[in-house]
């Protein structure tokens, strides 16, 4: 019979889970890495992959720096789809570009340097973009981009391959977890029992298997995002992370310059930004062009009435602001598919300890694939005094 006990248990193999069970392995822990599907199939893979450390606040800001540097150095030793092509912010008015040399003071000054380009150089450098869209950028040619259908199962199979000390078990949803004497029981769905010193639960947006009545008040809020994917295009040059005006008017770093106050809903967004729109693009390895995305909410105890299915009205609208934006057909889509991730009004992460020995952290928002390698770090070395 295999080992059913065990120094850690962790709860869920999104990048959340899988990058504490890797921190974890390196202090030299026995770690068994549990996953209710046969493979991750939530958040985790379907994101963009853009590693923005650019839109983070200045709150998880070292996370972020910290996660990058994670995946460059995994990257040197086993390909998780790692790719160094940058972002770059497309302004469309001049309050969009004023926030975009507010960024530049900002992010020059914490040391992750940005250039900021005229409209004619960003023309030059993704030609896909509309002259018409474009009176400026900022561009962070160190970030990263990963491939979300691939990252996950990447890193998984790297940890596993590195560390004999960790083990994986998909297809084990754990349905109870509590607190017997000096360790931690849980239950999984198949009838077996695993112990461990402590458990560590990063269920993303799964809140009904356990601990239900801690999240039922916890303040979190589900969000749905719609996204679509062309078919391939490798001849659209348009590489990198591609974020837009509306982008610059949503994400946490422009929030912290001091022209974000002051800033106005122009008409021709209002619509736009009803449904939570902001078009941001980025093209896979196999040149097809992810675009998004829209953001629906419903709180923790009402998630399923965000309901499965994908509203043609957002992806008209997403498509009809991305065509506004660049040259190509965006109407030549393969497939779209709604995402789903929780987040919480105030915190960045949601973190529960029961008696120093579970300990809960979901809840980390749209910056996962940017900023959850390193937080899982911290979380881990804090967890482990
Ligand atoms: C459409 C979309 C676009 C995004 N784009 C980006 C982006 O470009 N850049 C960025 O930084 N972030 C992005 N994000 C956010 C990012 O994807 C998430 O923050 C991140 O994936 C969350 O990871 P997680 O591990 O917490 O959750 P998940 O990926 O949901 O993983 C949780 C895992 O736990 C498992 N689980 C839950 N309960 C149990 C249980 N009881 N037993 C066993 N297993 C369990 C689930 O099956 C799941 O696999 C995006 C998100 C979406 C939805």
Known sequence: MKNST???????????????????ARLGKSVLLTEKDQYPVNATVRNFGQV????????????????AELYKEIQQEFDISVRNNGTV?????????????????RMDASGHGAVLLS???????????????CNGGIFFPQELSVEPDKLIYR??????????????KPGTAVVDCA????????????????????????NGGEFKLLFADLFKDSGIMLRKLQM???????????????????????YESFQECPSFAKLTTPERYEELEKWGIHILFKKALDGSIIIGDSHEYADVNHTDDLGFGISSYINELMLKEA??????????????????????????????????????????????????AGYAEASVMKIYN
């Open 6 to 24: 065990y120094d850690l248990i962790v709860v869920g193999s999104g990048i959340m889970g899988t990058f504490h069970a890797i921190h974890a």
């Open 52 to 67: 923005v450390t650019s839109g983070i606040s200045s709150d998880m800001f070292a996370h972020a720096m910290r996660t």
């Open 89 to 105: 912010y497309i302004s469309s008015d001049d309050d969009e570009l004023q926030l975009t040399h507010e960024l530049k003071e």
């Open 119 to 133: 409209a004619k150089k960003c023309l030059a450098q993704w030609p896909a973009l509309k002259k018409e869209y």
């Open 155 to 168: 890193v998984i199979e790297y940890a596993i391959g590195k560390y004999p000390n960790l083990t994986y």
């Open 179 to 202: 607190v017997a004497g000096d360790r931690v029981e849980i239950a999984t769905a198949y009838r077996q029992k695993f112990t461990a010193e402590k458990v560590i639960i990063c």
């Open 228 to 250: 679509v994917r062309t078919i391939p295009m490798p001849e659209v040059a348009l590489e990198g992370n591609i974020l837009t005006g509306l982008s610059i008017r949503r």
């Open 323 to 372: 065509q506004n934006i660049v040259n190509f057909d965006v109407s030549k889509i393969a497939s779209s598919w709604a995402g789903f991730y929780p987040q919480h009004s105030s915190k960045h992460v949601v973190e529960y300890d029961i008696d120093d020995r579970i300990h809960i952290r979901t809840a980390i928002g749209g910056k996962g694939m940017t900023c959850a």
